[in-house]
């Protein structure tokens, strides 16, 4: 199943998981600089935010700006008309083929949303040229795990129970070992993984509702009839506010760099 979004509110609404995967990047590329002239893929790239600053750094280069969500792919195709240096196209990573393979991956705030990341990491390793780099985040072991549990408290209130009967999270939060093992299977070398904690403060509850409207709580929403989305989120929200007000999100970010080994 594909996840859809609300596109013009993550524009909105996505400054943080933005700021996080661009202050990777920027670490990175300290050590190893672009010459300018290289070939990307943006692995979730969202309304094409990421993709717009990764172009900064690539002024002869070219992006493959690649999303599941045909919202997201509208906007993005809006955002980038008519620049020929980006191609945006709807796929699912772990159907991910290219013609050419390219020099860099780059990709937040997406790969948890993924349950198979043996599969995943397969895949953008095919994409890769031998020595081309993986720059990745995304949430971690621990992430939002406040929220999570705020969330299946109201899941199994009596109003809410009938609708969530059989629910299975989807999402996968994968530790720093766990996610080295699978990038060497998957063909990377000179791997590094590690978490970091980067708590997210709401200015009302009202705000962290909206934002989890739209940016963590699209399954559970899509369960419920529409009366009962906003008492859900509210409810949730709520529940976190409860911890601690303004509230908090305790998100965990699980970070990447690895490159594919040569032939």
């Known amino acids: ?43 979730g790239c969202g309304t094409g935010r990421v993709t717009e600053m990764l172009l900064e750094r690539l002024p002869r280069g070219s992006v493959l700006a690649v999303d599941a969500s045909g919202a997201m792919i509208e906007a993005a195709r809006r955002r980038f008309a008519g620049d020929g240096r980006v191609r945006v196209e709807r796929v699912d ?24 990341h043996e599969k995943l990491f397969g ?11 993986l720059v990745a ?17 109201v899941m199994g209130e009596e109003r809410f129970r009938d609708r969530f009967v059989g629910w299975e999270d989807t999402k996968e ?7 080295r093992a699978r990038l060497e299977a998957a063909g990377f070398g000179e791997i590094q993984t590690w978490l970091h904690e980067e708590p997210t403060r709401f200015g009302s509850v009202e705000d962290l509702a909206r934002y989890l409207k739209t940016v963590v709580l699209r399954l559970h929403l899509e369960r419920l009839p529409e009366a009962d989305q906003e008492p859900f989120t509210q409810a949730v929200a709520a529940r976190v506010a409860a911890v601690e007000d303004p509230p908090v999100m305790d998100y965990v970010r699980l970070n990447m760099i690895a490159t594919r080994g040569r032939e």
């Open 123 to 133: 895949r953008l390793a095919r994409a890769l040229k031998p020595g081309g780099w």
């Open 173 to 179: 939060f994968a530790d720093p070992g766990t996610t």
């Open 1 to 43: 199943m594909t996840l859809e979004w609300d596109a013009a509110e993550y524009e909105v609404l996505s400054g943080p998981q933005t700021g996080w995967g661009l202050n990777l990047l920027g670490r990175v590329l300290e050590d190893r600089p672009l010459g300018g002239d290289e070939s990307a893929i943006d692995a």
């Open 137 to 153: 985040q995304c949430g971690g072991a621990g992430n939002i795990s406040r929220v999570t549990r705020a969330t299946e408290e």
């Open 93 to 116: 990573l772990l159907q991910l083929e290219v013609e050419e393979p390219v020099d860099l991956i780059f990709s937040t705030a997406t790969f948890h949303w993924i349950k198979d």
